[in-house]
T-cell receptor, first 114, second 114 residues
Framework: AQSVTQLDSQVPVFEEAPVELRCNYS??????LFWYVQYPNQGLQLLLK??????LVKGINGFEAEFNKSQTSFHLRKPSVHISDTAEYFC????????????FGPGTRLSVLP | DGGITQSPKYLFRKEGQNVTLSCEQN?????MYWYRQDPGQGLRLIYY???????QKGDIAEGYSVSREKKESFPLTVTSAQKNPTAFYLC?????????????FGDGTRLSIL
């Protein structure tokens, strides 16, 4: 089965610092890419998605992600994080070798420290 | 507002008991999904349904059953055959109008064993 890799299980960062959460996938054909955020005891909320076109995608809450086809990556970035960004972040892939369903990465827990 | 409603928010199961988790959506979405979430493991697909009266097994269907009698509803039954049911269960839906559409999530049900 195809997998989605999120290399960092936990990322601690100080408030107002920049952050990058990494996501890699494995597909030789085009895929659709998504980032979701999950706050404690809640469902997942869509941050942004890449379907086609510009490789830089802007999402909600000041997040953005860059699609890199050659590196099969879709890293999430924010230039300045807030305490309220503390949450679990999931990368998801569909299409291509992944089929029509979604495959989720294991998640990255972002902890923003004061 | 349109959305996905999962109930109850917390559920306790006794030994040998079947329990049913409710998922209702008013987004007019064709496809619905059930995921299981365990700490550090991301989301794993239990069952999914693309249309009414049809559903398919996901990656971890053993010990679970579903039905899809109405477009709006996709209940999940955790049977006594599921020996380790303690987890956070998430329901999601997606429009079937094309690939690249994101999944929308409910707020989850946390199931524990008494």
């Amino acid at each position: 089965a195809q997998s989605v890799t999120q290399l960092d299980s936990q990322v601690p960062v100080f408030e107002e610092a920049p952050v990058e959460l990494r996501c890699n996938y494995s597909s030789s054909v085009s895929v659709y890419l998504f980032w979701y955020v999950q706050y404690p005891n809640q469902g997942l909320q869509l941050l942004l998605k890449y379907l086609s076109g510009s490789t830089l995608v802007k999402g909600i809450n000041g997040f953005e992600a860059e699609f890199n086809k050659s590196q099969t990556s879709f890293h999430l970035r924010k230039p300045s994080v807030h305490i309220s960004d503390t949450a679990e972040y999931f990368c998801a892939v569909s299409g291509g070798n992944y089929g029509q369903n979604f495959v989720f990465g294991p998640g990255t827990r972002l902890s923003v420290l004061p | 507002d349109g959305g996905i409603t999962q109930s109850p928010k917390y559920l306790f199961r006794k030994e040998g008991q079947n329990v049913t988790l409710s998922c209702e959506q008013n987004l007019n979405h064709d496809a619905m999904y059930w995921y299981r979430q365990d700490p550090g493991q991301g989301l794993r697909l239990i069952y999914y349904s693309q249309i009414v009266n049809d559903f398919q097994k996901g990656d971890i269907a053993e010990g679970y059953s579903v039905s899809r009698e109405k477009k709006e509803s996709f209940p999940l039954t955790v049977t006594s055959a599921q020996k380790n049911p303690t987890a956070f269960y998430l329901c999601a839906s997606r429009t079937g109008s094309g690939r690249g559409q994101p999944q929308h999530f409910g707020d989850g049900t946390r199931l524990s064993i008494l």
